[in-house]
């Protein structure tokens, strides 16, 4: 299946006041005070109503459940709703950190990032499918676009994981977080494009929110695929 990997800008102020916050407000059965958030936000109302069902989700997480498969996910779900988020194919920090773990200086642990809002257990990276990944802080992000400029080795490594040009998404995404002041968190399948037919695209989120940048590379790869497929078997008739 491959990963689909996304980048959502985020801070931890606004996942306190997007995620925890209205998460209490399900489980006290306010879901009124959710509309309301969200209309506060200009989202539209099939987007509030998919929001709401995201936390009404997030509500009936057991507490022994990972924190990268329950909240994680639906806290990169739902900035979705609220601003653009980023895709790349394959593409992650958690399997740099993986090769290097020292790469792990540009991430947080959740239980730095929520301050103890959730107890659940975290693995603090990609661990499957539909999973969130690892979180760079404001500060991290910073760094992070500091040393792709001024340092060749993390510049180089980093090109390998975002290869074939999916290097200039990530540091669209690096950006947008730096100018917002915000963090990165990095998850799976909160969209799942369809390279071949791209209006059977979908999303557990806002799809129009995902920038179109890494769709349009993952698209031309596979479509090279093919090419090479179709051309070989060309060849051999």
């Not at 998460?23 to 099939?46: C, M, N, R, S």
């Not at 593409?91 to 290097?100: D, H, I, M, R, T």
């Not at 992070?144 to 994981?161: A, M, W």
């Not at 093919?226 to 060849?235: F, N, R, T």
């Amino acid at each position: 299946m491959g990963y689909d990997v996304s980048f959502h800008p985020i801070s931890p102020e606004e996942m306190r006041e997007w995620y925890f916050i209205p998460l209490t407000w399900v489980q006290q059965g306010q879901e009124e005070k959710v509309l309301t958030l969200a209309a506060q936000h200009g989202i539209e109302d099939f987007y509030a109503e998919k929001y709401l069902d995201t936390l009404r989700v997030g509500a009936g997480t057991e507490l022994d459940e990972l924190f990268d498969k329950s909240h994680g996910f639906y806290i990169a779900v739902i900035q979705g709703f609220f601003r653009n988020y980023y895709y790349t194919r394959e593409s992650g920090f958690s399997f740099l950190v993986e090769e290097k773990p020292e790469y792990a200086r540009y991430s947080t642990p959740w239980d730095q990032v929520a301050s103890g809002s959730i107890p659940n257990p975290a693995e603090n990276r990609i661990i499957e499918n539909y999973c969130s990944g690892v979180y760079l802080s404001p500060d991290q992000v910073v760094q992070l676009l500091r040393d792709l400029e001024r340092d060749p080795k993390v510049l180089e490594d980093l090109e390998r994981i975002w290869s074939d040009g999916q290097l200039a998404v990530l540091k669209k995404a690096l950006t947008a977080a730096a100018e917002l002041g915000t963090g990165l968190l990095e998850a799976t399948e909160v969209v799942e494009p369809n390279p071949i037919h791209p209006n059977e695209s979908t999303s557990y989120s806002n799809l129009y929110h995902c920038d179109r940048d890494g769709v349009y590379l993952y698209m031309d790869t596979v479509r090279g695929q093919l090419a090479d497929v179709i051309g070989k078997s060309e060849e051999q008739t």
